[in-house]
């Protein structure tokens, strides 16, 4: 049983109630919701009131009692305290969009709770540039509470908040990239900060609520749209029209899954593609978009962050690069074209991927300096406040204008899915076939506006056996809509299959070794592995020379212990000091070999940071990338080390539990291409608190490293 059927039951009968308004205490939950208040109950009731703390009012310093935020549960999840049995009837199209907008409203209620409660914070920040239309570049690192990921999409507008400043100081940026491994954050501002400002801690509070209420406008268009690809995927029997393509693809640099996955998507009208860790998903959709631009298509392709946008860009370039003169045509005419705000270097560089950059450059430049001069205008002087206003107005029509003219002239669109619900253009501009990269991260709602922009194709393509949508309401609604996509939205992440589905299964990163941990369990023994020995290397790097996959055993006796922090994350002194060890280790013997350690919790992050940047000499810590597992999807290393955290002595943390658990399992190990290295309590997972609810980590380990394996060593062997 899960925390969300626990947190149902403890409502349901805690509802049913004489007196439901009365404190209870943790065993006494436990009796009445799963029917024995012992000590094992007791510990799930309470990791599962902490988990859905906003729904109860916790004891007071001096006591024991819960209570239940009665009017909160009403309104999130109304299902709950209804006498009558939840509806099981399907959902018309208007009912499945009003919800997902009620979902989106909890959700601005969520984060504006969570920033009261638990801000993110900066140390400060320093300037990275000051570019040529006026804008200035900030870099800072953030402190983000507990476990959490950063809930604020990159492109929202955000408030930067000096609480310590004795007068109110409040600017407004833009987020613009946000990087996970090294927790630091890019905004833009339109006024330079003084160094007062960037070195004084402040507060980031992001106005998600602006970007919300557009989601929810753009799906109110998709609820009036009944030609939208989107709605078909609301219904039970949905399978896609077949829409056939006037040329044939070319077989050449497509293995036989990928040319099948582009020639599905251009032969029909919606497609799924479920593309694996390392099966080249991004090369497959590169050459889709290349093949759809060069036979007159107007293409979009979003992605939820910039640096998966970046990463798309740079493989269409090549694969307009191989097409020939025609594709060259398309880069050098300004008919490709990187909308936002890029993050990798090689695509700043590509002058190709930004059509009249200099003219918008300049237009933004001229804005920046008037929107200066208007606000040293005195308010007496009304005239020139009028004068000065028109031409701000002026120029950011002329900044449209020229907006507009990029879109008309491109024939392929590269950003993210907020710049799509952002940019008014977008509806101006009809496209043949949108693309959704790393679909899986995605929640519902914003893949229903995405495809509003699909007139011919709508492609979804992704890997839903990694880490889903980022959502911080824990509302019916929310958990119905926001923290699932569009795979689990088809029933595909239950089935593994559908009509609209093609997946791709040669995969060009792992050793196999590797890609046997999580080929049976996640991808049903589909996977084939083609990896050049050459870019496996660090197998050969200790402990186990030659092995691809190796436990290194870690028990309390070795003076592993876990710690609870004050913001709910957890850490283990004892096996952040392996990790380094083994990291170090990997970084001595090649100085070639990237190398990484990944672990669920960010107080662990934090300490193994630490610990790396106090012992380890500068140009070794460097070359060591830490960071949670969130951090690291969507990359790979040579090496990477996998810190467990947990032991047998100590219950199992919710991020190891049920789906979410089997999802980071699949991340943690598919980031590596040569050698990984597990560092923990093994039976863990089977013995301690809360180890029934861990699915696809227990066996794991079990088949592939028990006792008499020769890829599992003790941590007193290394020595």
């Not at 070359?623 to 810190?643: C, K, L, M, P, Y």
């Amino acid at each position: 049983m899960n925390t969300e059927e626990i947190f149902e039951k403890i409502i349901a009968k805690w509802r049913r109630r004489t007196n439901p308004g009365e404190g209870l205490t943790l065993p006494q939950i436990a009796n009445i919701a799963l029917g024995n208040g012992n000590s094992r109950n007791a510990g799930l009731v309470g990791r599962t009131l902490n988990e859905f703390i906003v729904y109860f009012r916790p004891p007071s310093r001096t006591g024991y009692k819960w209570e239940v935020n009665w009017g909160l549960v009403q309104r999130d999840y109304p299902n709950l305290l209804d006498r009558k049995p939840k509806s099981t009837k399907t959902l018309e199209p208007a009912e499945a969009i009003e919800e997902m907008c009620r979902a989106l409203d909890d959700e601005i209620r969520a984060v504006q709770a969570e920033m009261r409660i638990r801000p993110i914070k900066s140390l400060g920040a320093y300037l990275v540039a000051e570019q040529s239309d006026g804008a200035f570049l900030y870099e800072a690192v953030v402190e983000l509470p507990g476990d959490t990921e950063l809930p604020i999409p990159e492109g929202v507008r955000i408030r930067l908040r000096w609480p310590n400043f004795v007068e109110r100081c409040v600017i407004e940026a833009t987020l613009l990239s946000y990087d996970a491994v090294r927790s630091t954050i890019i905004f833009e501002t339109d006024r330079a900060l003084s160094q007062r400002h960037l070195f004084t801690d402040f507060v980031i509070e992001p106005l998600v609520d602006e970007l919300l209420k557009i989601v929810k406008a753009t799906l109110s268009l998709v609820a009036a749209n009944a030609q939208c690809l989107a709605l078909r995927l609301l219904k039970n029997d949905f399978e896609p029209i077949g829409r056939p393509w006037p040329s044939i693809v070319s077989p050449e640099g497509l293995d036989e899954s990928q040319l099948l996955a582009v020639t599905t998507c251009l032969g029909q009208d919606v497609t799924f593609v479920w593309g694996p860790p390392g099966t080249g998903k991004t090369h497959a959709l590169a050459r889709l978009i290349a093949n759809a631009a060069l036979a007159n298509e107007k293409v979009v392709a979003t992605a939820i962050a910039n640096v998966a946008v970046d990463q798309l860009a740079l493989r269409v370039v090549d694969a307009l690069e191989q097409a020939g003169p025609a594709g060259r045509a398309l880069l050098n005419d300004g008919h490709v074209f990187r909308f936002g705000h890029p993050r990798l270097p090689a695509v700043s560089g590509e002058s190709r991927l930004f059509p009249r950059r200099s003219e918008i450059q300049e237009t933004r430049k001229e804005l920046h300096e008037a929107q200066k001069r208007h606000a040293d205008i005195p308010r007496a002087d009304a005239h020139a406040r009028a004068l000065g206003q028109k031409q701000i107005n002026d120029l950011k029509e002329r900044l449209r204008a020229l907006t507009r003219a990029v879109f008309d002239e491109a024939k392929i669109i590269l950003t993210t899915a907020v710049q799509v619900c952002l940019e008014p253009a977008f509806a101006d501009s009809p496209f043949g076939l949108m693309v959704v990269d790393e679909a899986s991260m995605m929640p519902i709602p914003y893949l229903m506006c995405m495809g509003l922009f699909a007139r011919d194709r709508f492609v979804v393509a992704g890997d839903f056996q990694q880490l889903g949508p980022i959502a911080l309401s824990k509302s019916e609604l929310a958990q119905r809509w926001l923290h699932r996509n569009g795979f689990d939205l088809t029933g595909i992440s239950d089935k593994l299959s559908h009509p609209a589905l093609t997946m791709l299964t040669t995969q060009r990163r792992m050793h196999e070794s590797i890609c046997q941990l999580i080929n049976n369990i996640f991808y049903q023994g589909k996977l084939r592995t083609a990896v050049p020995p050459l870019a496996l290397t660090a197998t050969r790097l200790k402990p186990l020379p030659g092995t691809a996959a190796v436990f290194v055993l870690l028990l309390k006796e070795d003076g592993s212990h876990v710690e609870q922090t004050e913001s709910g994350s957890r850490c283990n002194k004892r096996s952040a000091e392996e990790s380094v060890k083994a990291a170090y280790s990997c970084v001595k013997e090649d100085e070639k070999l990237s190398v990484g350690i990944v672990t669920p919790y960010r107080a662990q992050v934090s300490l193994i940071k630490r610990l790396r940047d106090e012992s380890l000499p500068k140009e070794a810590a460097r070359r060591i990338n830490v960071g949670t597992v969130h951090a690291f999807q969507g990359s790979e290393s040579d090496v990477i080390i996998w810190d467990l955290v947990e032991t047998r002595n100590h219950s199992i943390g919710r991020l190891y539990r049920q789906a979410t658990g089997d999802r980071l399992t699949n991340v943690a190990i598919s980031r590596a291409k040569g050698k990984l290295i597990i560092i923990g309590d093994r039976d863990a997972f089977s013995h301690a608190p809360g180890g029934d609810l861990v699915r696809r980590l227990r066996p794991l380990l079990t088949m592939n490293f028990s006792a008499r394996s020769p890829n599992v060593i003790s941590v007193r062997d290394l020595s």
